[in-house]
């Protein structure tokens, strides 16, 4: 067996075993292999190895892979395309025609210009809206650190998960976070589950609301997101090696 591999099985035998510890049916955690700053080549591999989702952070990076793999693999190669950075509204018109999933909406803006360019397209993409739990300023997300007791930060929370739902052409199905950086297990397990609070609360606040999807864990801490209640979980490093 390659590198590759091994140590994409060993991933997801850590991730099938997370789910046997903490209660999740088997399969209830889709792996989204982030492959950003892997050539395509790389993607190849990964596919061959068995990996349907990926993910990238950069949307012209997500084309530009996305391309150069269906040029080899055709286009009904059953890939998934995740673009799990944020984006900036003059790069709506990418991400509306190239990703399959978006996972890091932040803004309202984005969301109608999103909107409009998928109409033009005749496309609909899945999203999750990104919320910032653990408040730290360099985290992109929707303000989300007090959202138990802050009645304002609810308020626009509420609105913005109505307003993005009512929108054509966008199907908003969860929230996606970041762990804090370098923080003790126990703080970030409690930024997760804050999470997983959040979409409960907001889906009751909402009428018609549905969120079921929870994309949060990354290469250092995915078992603990998946203890909190991820359905999606984005991991580079575990799978790919350092990035350099
Ligand atoms: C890079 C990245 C990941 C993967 O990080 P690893 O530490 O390599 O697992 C996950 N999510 C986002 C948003 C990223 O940019």
New binding site residues.
């Given amino acids: 067996m390659s590198n590759l591999t091994e140590r994409y099985h060993e991933t997801i035998s850590r991730i099938a075993a997370a789910e046997r510890a903490t209660g999740r049916a088997p399969g209830a955690v889709t792996l989204v292999a982030?492959t950003?700053t892997w050539p395509a080549g790389v993607v190849l591999d990964a596919y061959a190895a068995g990996m349907r989702h990926f993910?990238e952070?950069r949307p012209e990076e997500l084309a530009e892979k996305r391309a150069a793999v269906e040029a080899v693999l055709g286009p009904d190669s059953g890939i998934t395309w995740h673009l799990?950075?944020p984006l900036q509204s003059r790069k709506a018109s990418l991400a509306a025609a190239h990703a399959d999933i978006f996972?890091?909406l932040d803004r309202l803006k984005i969301a109608r210009r999103l909107s409009a360019q998928l109409a033009e397209l005749g496309r609909t993409l899945p999203v999750l809206l990104e919320v910032n739990v653990s408040g730290e300023a360099s985290k992109s997300g929707f303000p989300a650190d007090r959202w138990e007791t802050d009645a304002a930060q609810q308020a626009a929370l509420r609105e913005a998960a109505a307003t993005i739902a009512a929108l054509p052409r966008i199907q908003l199905q969860g929230l996606m976070t970041?762990a804090p950086w370098d923080a003790p297990a126990g703080e970030i397990q409690a930024v997760f589950r804050r999470t997983h609070a959040l979409a409960d609360w907001l889906q009751a606040a909402v009428p018609h609301l549905a969120l079921p999807w929870l994309s949060m864990g990354?290469?250092?801490d995915f078992e603990l997101a998946i203890a909190a209640g991820a359905t999606h979980v984005?991991?580079?490093?575990?799978i790919f090696g350092s990035?350099t």
Avoid at 234 to 238: K, L, N
């Fill in positions: 982030v950003k993910g952070n799990i950075g996972h890091a970041m990354m290469t250092d984005r991991v580079g490093r575990a990035r």
